[in-house]
């Protein structure tokens, strides 16, 4: 924690300067990205020549899959050299065509997925039946490209070609066995992606690409494997017949299709408009889709969004309450100068905690991983302090304004995800992406709401949402169950954040006996809930007899969610107003979050939607 030093210090601090330009490795680690945008303009399906019989691809749901394009499969002194006695005239064969169809799905911006086969540096991972075999005398994880250990991860043989190196917003995943599926996250990353369809590409053809078709088929996912774009070590004896088995018998695990079938088949599509300008003020000009086009069009640059977000920046009223520390524009278009060639996403790293401040020798994982993916860190913005809060009416640097209304407070619901270890608030709390399938794909299914009577806190434009988004579950296939008579299982879960034990682990975050010496530098409300919980003077009994009464509570939700499969809740009853909090803050804030502690200890995903944007004339006065 941090406040770092005041605003526009003429010398920013190093937690969140990029001062060297980022790694070319940037693709080392899974990043959230956003598709999409350009699908939306396009026809809902095109259809592929294909083997057995044409290829339907519904382009809002199709991926491309690329296959182990590594250099240790690829170049002479790695894995597949070895392993093959040299044979890799196949598989360098094929660069041109993977480049083209690469060049393709990057063109109408569909969705990339890129695999790497490797293991552990310490090969835990890799089992002994694999680790045992030595063709030509090599084992995994011995020496093999120059300066580097056979397929063990992070090591230079390990990465992707150069040829096929992944952008900053497509996906790689880490893989320990020939499937990409197995012991990966591959499933859930297409399935919040919304993805169905895969055209498959790589190598090699025998091993790993038709091992993971297989695979995909087994869990639901149409495949096509591109014929050109995939190869092995012996394609005389293999690769025949290694296609021929995925699409025998009415394509019994998927489709084989020929680059010049997909590429004609997209060359029917209109071609995708450039953007010609681009403005601070348009709608959506700062969204990742909106930015990726600009850049690719050389319509903007990073240099000039951030010029023109610094400017505004800077004419904004109130700007202390927003950013408790904004980085110097020289040092951030130092940033921009070393990324120009790449997709940048301004952000910004949540903070606020006078009491804490000073200036750490390491930023955060998250803000590390951000830079390093071409993000570009502008300061740090203002929440409440500690985290303890819901409004965002709790800071010693004011209270923030909110977008929409001056009136109301800026929390509820948050603007924006972020997280701190110690708040269960603030644990498993995302936005959700529009492409996100956010409902079981079942044809039916069953959910349950609050009782009638919890719902009576919300006001008259909140209930309206919920029960359209009721009606809309319904619609969609749900069955709702009354919940009369197990929602005090939720509701007594709910309780133990604040009312039991459980608070004074947001003591256990902080330098022991910290909140003694600093009590006078807290928030007034921050004060006295710190000073009511030490007041409490819990017991570790107390604690574990809380840990007991939650466990039980657990078990009786698992027994529960056995007959339903999610509660659908309203995120907040209501929008409250800086003056409402301010009467009665303690009160008000937990008037506002039953909905979000009912499953806060139970690890269980939450997410939450986004209903709609109403007249804020609509929202009633708390207790009218």
């Not at 894995?79 to 660069?95: E, H, K, N, P």
């Not at 690719?296 to 009223?317: D, G, H, M, N, Q």
């Not at 330098?511 to 007041?535: N, Y």
Request: net charge neutral; glycine share 6%; charged share 20%.
């Amino acid at each position: 924690m941090g406040g770092g030093p005041p605003l526009q210090s003429p010398t920013p601090p190093s937690t969140i300067t990029a001062t060297e330009p980022p790694s070319r490795h940037y693709h080392h680690h899974h990043q959230h990205h956003h598709h999409h945008h350009d699908v939306q303009q396009l026809p809902v399906k095109i259809n592929v020549p294909a083997k057995p019989f044409p290829f339907s691809l519904p382009l809002d749901k199709t991926a491309l899959l690329t296959i182990d394009l590594q250099r240790d499969f690829l170049l002479p002194g790695g894995f597949g050299d070895i392993q093959s006695g040299t044979q890799l005239s196949a598989v360098q064969a094929i660069f041109p065509a993977c480049q083209q169809l690469l060049a393709l799905f990057r063109i109408y911006s569909l969705p990339i997925i890129h695999t790497r086969e490797g293991h552990l540096p310490d090969l835990s991972d890799c089992p002994t039946s694999k680790n045992s075999r030595s063709p030509y005398g090599k084992k995994i994880g011995e020496k093999g490209l120059p300066g580097s250990r056979l397929l063990v991860r992070g090591e230079f043989g390990h990465d992707i070609h150069e040829a096929f190196a992944p952008r900053p917003d497509e996906l790689v995943i880490d893989k320990p066995g020939k499937g990409a599926f197995w012991n990966t996250n591959l499933l859930e990353e297409l399935q919040a992606l919304g993805v169905t369809h895969l055209v498959v590409m790589g190598v090699t053809t025998e091993c790993c690409v038709t091992t993971t078709v297989r695979e995909a088929n087994d869990r639901g996912f149409e495949c096509c494997v591109v014929e050109e774009c995939t190869a092995g070590y012996n394609d005389a004896a293999f690769k025949d017949t290694s296609l021929g088995m995925l699409y025998w018998s009415d394509g019994l695990f998927g489709y084989v299709c020929t680059l010049s079938s997909i590429t004609s088949a997209f060359s029917s599509l209109p071609p995708i408009p450039a953007p010609k300008t681009w403005n601070l003020s348009s709608p959506n000009a700062l969204d990742i889709a909106t930015l990726n086009a600009a850049y690719k069009a050389s319509v903007v640059t990073p240099t000039a969004v951030i010029t023109a977000l610094y400017a505004r920046l800077l004419a904004t009223p109130k700007l202390e309450t927003i950013f408790i520390y904004l980085l110097p524009l020289s040092a951030l278009l130092k940033q921009t100068r070393a990324l120009e060639q790449r997709y940048p996403d301004p952000h910004s790293a949540h903070h606020s905690c006078d009491a804490l401040t000073y200036t750490p020798s390491t930023s955060a994982a998250v803000v590390t991983k951000l830079i390093s993916l071409g993000a570009i860190a502008i300061g740090k913005t203002n929440l409440d302090q500690l985290a303890t809060g819901l409004t965002g009416c709790r800071s010693p640097f004011g209270t923030p304004p909110n977008v929409f209304s001056p009136k109301h407070v800026p929390g509820v619901p948050r603007q924006e995800p972020h997280f701190d270890p110690t708040d269960r608030m603030a644990k498993h709390l995302p936005a959700i992406p529009r492409h996100v399938n956010a409902f079981p794909t079942k044809p039916k299914f069953k959910f349950a709401i609050p009782p009638m009577d919890k719902l009576e806190i919300c006001s008259p434009p909140y209930v309206q949402l919920f029960s359209a988004a009721v009606q809309r579950t319904q619609r969609m296939g749900g069955e709702l169950v009354p919940s009369e008579d197990f929602w005090p299982v939720f509701e007594d879960a709910g309780k133990l954040l604040y009312d039991g034990t459980f608070v004074t682990e947001r003591l256990a975050g902080l330098p022991k006996g910290w909140v003694d010496q600093h009590l006078s530098s807290l928030h007034p409300v921050i004060r006295s809930i710190f000073e009511t919980v030490k007041a409490r003077a819990s017991l570790a009994e107390d604690v574990y007899r809380d840990l007991h009464k939650m466990m039980s509570l657990r078990r009786a939700a698992q027994q529960i969610l056995t007959k339903i499969d999610f509660l659908l809740v309203p995120t907040a009853p209501t929008h409250p107003t800086i003056v409402e909090v301010a009467k009665d803050p303690i009160a008000l804030n937990s008037f506002l979050g039953p909905s979000r502690t009912l499953v806060t200890y139970w690890i269980y995903v939450r997410l939450r939607c986004p209903r709609c944007i109403f007249p804020k004339v609509e929202v009633y006065t708390i207790g009218e």
